[in-house]
């Protein structure tokens, strides 16, 4: 068993899930433990404690769906996550429910379209306003 394979299931992936994770993101095999991997979860472990971050049970669930996120800059994952919370104003449960959000560049497209977004709500609002004063007049 490689020692990528064999960290996975000591964090609680299930020999089951690997399959998935490695049909998923076969590159996974190539990435070396203490590098990249490790380091990874344990900064993820950190965020846990801290309570900046969802339980570790929920870490090792995005890691089986979406095991790309090993692969990300823990710096740019951060901004994503602040801005997740604070711009965006969403719990952190529902972006453990969706890790693929992290493969998803901030600048180029979550900023854009969550403006976009924000745009459509007001005008929609706004209208609702224009709708409901006619009524009343």
């Known amino acids: 068993m490689s020692t990528s394979v064999a960290y996975l299931v000591g964090i609680g ?14 590159e996974i095999l190539g990435m ?3 590098r990249v991997i ?40 951060r901004l994503s996550i602040d801005y997740f919370q604070m711009e965006m104003q ?4 529902d ?3 969706f890790p693929a959000f992290f493969t998803y560049g901030l600048e180029s497209t979550i900023k854009p379209r969550q403006d976009c977004k924000k745009e459509r709500s007001d005008e929609s609002d706004s209208e609702y306003e224009e ?5 009343y007049v």
């Open 13 to 26: 992936v299930s020999r089951r899930e690997v399959g998935g994770v490695l049909t998923r993101y076969p």
């Open 32 to 34: 070396r433990v203490g």
């Open 38 to 77: 490790k380091p990874f979860v344990s900064i993820l472990k950190v965020w846990v404690f801290q309570g900046l971050w969802i339980s570790l049970q929920q870490v090792r669930s995005m890691v089986v769906e979406c095991p790309q996120i090993l692969a990300l800059n823990l710096d740019i994952m």
């Open 90 to 93: 969403r719990p952190l449960d």
């Open 95 to 97: 972006l453990a429910a």
């Open 131 to 135: 709708d409901s004063d006619d009524e």
